[in-house]
């Protein structure tokens, strides 16, 4: 018998059970996460795989919707599946099927009211800077390479303002709004921001907040790396949030350099 002969559970009507999964995925084949018709997602190639091996349409809820070309290490979705379902069988065949660019590293039965999204009371993401003057292609996928010295202390110090409740307007993309609809609000509460020295080079931003709007992270790297390079001052940094005002900021950091690293519930 193949794995895929395996029975994960025959679904009547009304009895199902919630899933939670953890997912790592290389995003660089993916155009973001959310589902597209006709684009390459993380979702919509979970949801295929899932759909295959549960034998009834799956709807993904996820902790965050990370964008074309980002990585996740503890991306965190949720769904509901027929009733008997089981999550290390599951497991076993998504990986087989999508493996290794999307992994399912943990599955378990949730709670009836778990929400991936709704349930999440902050994210932690992770950007990879490698500043030295050689590139390392073995890195070259999940860091960005800044070639040029940065100067630790001003990057560290910019990352004071950001801490607590504001308005990232500055930092965020502003997502598209139906005429008469209200502008939704850019208010975010940053939890941690830091700058983390590795080896040889390899520096590390940890940023932890309540949720995140769109680019907010690259925005917020891109310009605590111009402070590094001394193109704007830490104290710079209370003014552009107070401005609200995307041109305040620096450009954005590339997409690669960015992992959701983990989600707390």
Known sequence: MTLFDETVGVATPGETVRVRLVVAYDGRGF??????????????????????????????????????????????????????????????????????????????????????????RARRYRYTVLNRPVPDPFLAATAWHVAPPLELAPMRLACDPLIGEHDFSTFCRRPRVRAGAPEPSMVRRVLEA????????????????????????????????????????AGEVAGMLRARDRAAAGDLAPPHGLCLWSVRY
Request: charged share 20%; proline share 3%; hydrophobic share 45%.
């Open 31 to 120: 155009r973001g996460f959310a589902r597209n018709e006709g684009v390459r997602t993380v979702a919509g190639t979970l949801a295929a795989a899932l759909e295959r091996v549960l034998g009834h349409q799956v709807t993904l809820r996820c902790a965050g919707r990370t964008d074309a070309g980002v990585h996740a290490w503890g991306q965190v979705v949720s769904f509901d599946a027929a009733l008997g379902t089981d999550p290390a069988v599951l497991q076993q065949a998504v990986n087989a099927l999508c493996g290794p660019e999307i992994v399912v590293r943990e599955a378990a039965v949730a709670a009836p009211d778990f929400d991936a999204r709704r349930s999440a």
């Open 194 to 233: 830091r700058w983390v020295p590795l080896d040889d080079g390899i520096l590390r931003f940890e940023i932890e907040a309540s949720s995140f709007c769109q680019q907010m992270v690259r925005s917020v790297v891109g310009t605590l790396v111009d402070v590094g390079l001394g193109k704007r001052t």
